[in-house]
């Protein structure tokens, strides 16, 4: 909204949740900003209440899902990208949105890439003529699994569409923002709005079928990871890189606990309490999906050396934290979030 203050200048004044900004003239009284695309996904809704929290000024944008007090942007149109930019002048740009589903991807590759990696440079450009530190979330996807656990300084070698989108949105960041900073995660979970959101929390409807014989992957090893861990990693990321310019580059962060699909999902049935002698081990890729690494193991130890990693969760804990308002009893208690 703009006003004319007593003294006639004109006020813009930006409403986030939780906090209102006043600038003059373009100048900032109240900051930081932050900008989180993706904001109505799994790790951009994370991401939003871990700045939020924090006393940060945030904007968040969604496209298909935005909210009343979310940004409708779609970020491939670059027009949008510039005029975001230039309108909320962000000190941090937190880049989540993507297409991350392999399959969807290998799919609808055009939408994807355009999405993954066009967007991701056009937002590059955009933060290095503006000054925002950008933070581009990637994946252990761009590994091809045979040889872990992966340095940040590795070769990559991507298996499938996805990871090499990926790949290719890291190179366009850092190609176009030297100060940038990349955070490679693996597989996340956290607080979904439906279990089909996130690949770990979908295992509840196997683990539920109760009766019906389930096969279930026991060959690809995983670190599920909390996207509420993620999102704190990439606050004091943020934080510790406004201040200090060597804070750029890639980073890696993960969960510590390897399991397998199969070994997930035994681990929800158990700590609900639920049967789970129809989950049935599958040692062998399913041929009709994308091909993915075995094992992408990734070493943390440059976040840890720097003391800007966050001990993770648990796996035990967190899981049944994000699941319990899916279990019957309690759906009315189902989290709403924005
Ligand atoms: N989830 C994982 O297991 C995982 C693992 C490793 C790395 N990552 C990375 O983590 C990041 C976040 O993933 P996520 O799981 O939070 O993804 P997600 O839940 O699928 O959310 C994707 C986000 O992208 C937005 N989006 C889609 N098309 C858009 C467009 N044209 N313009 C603007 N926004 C658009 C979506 O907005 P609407 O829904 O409103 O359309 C949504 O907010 C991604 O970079 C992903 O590659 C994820």
């Known amino acids: 909204r703009r006003e004319m203050s007593s003294a006639g200048a004109e006020l813009r004044i930006l409403f986030s949740p939780g906090c209102v900004q006043l600038v003059q003239e373009d100048m900032v009284v109240l900051g930081p900003r932050v900008l989180v695309t993706g904001a109505t996904g799994l790790l951009g809704r994370a991401v939003y209440r871990e700045f939020q929290n924090s006393g940060w000024v945030v904007i968040g944008t969604g496209y298909r899902r935005a909210r009343p007090c979310l940004l409708r942007c779609d970020l491939t149109d670059e027009d949008a990208v ?22 969807v991807v290998e799919r609808h590759t055009e939408a994807a890439v355009n999405l993954n990696v066009h967007a991701t440079s056009t937002l590059a450009k955009e933060a290095a003529v503006c000054g925002a530190l950008l933070l581009y979330i990637s994946t252990d996807y761009v590994f091809d699994g045979r040889n872990p656990p992966y340095g940040e300084d590795d070769s990559p070698n991507p298996l499938n569409v996805y990871g090499r989108s990926k790949l290719e949105g890291e190179r366009e960041t850092l190609r176009h923002c030297p100060g940038a900073v990349v955070l ?40 599920p990871t909390d996207a509420r861990d993620v999102a704190a990693v990439c606050r004091k990321l943020s934080e510790k890189a406004r201040q200090d310019p060597s804070i750029r580059g890639i980073f890696h962060f993960s969960g510590k606990e390897q399991m397998t699909k199969y070994e997930m999902a035994i681990a929800i049935a158990q700590a609900f309490s639920l049967p789970s002698n ?12 994308a091909l993915r690494p075995v094992n992408s193991q990734l070493n943390c130890s440059r976040l840890e050396l720097l003391n800007l990693s966050v001990e993770p969760r648990p796996f035990t804990a967190a899981i049944t934290d994000c699941l319990w308002p899916f279990t019957p009893d309690k759906r009315w208690r189902q989290t709403v979030f924005h």
Do not use: M
């Open 278 to 289: 129809h989950l049935i081990p599958l040692t062998e890729q399913p041929a009709a999906s």
């Open 82 to 103: 510039r005029g975001l930019l230039h309108e909320y002048k962000p000190d941090v740009i937190v880049h989540c949105a993507a297409e991350r589903r392999p399959d």
């Open 184 to 223: 490679r995660v693996p597989v996340l979970f956290g607080e979904v709005e439906s279990v089909t959101e996130s690949a770990v929390t979908s295992l509840w409807l196997k683990v539920q079928e109760g009766t019906e014989t389930c096969t279930l992957d026991h060959c690809q090893q995983r670190f």
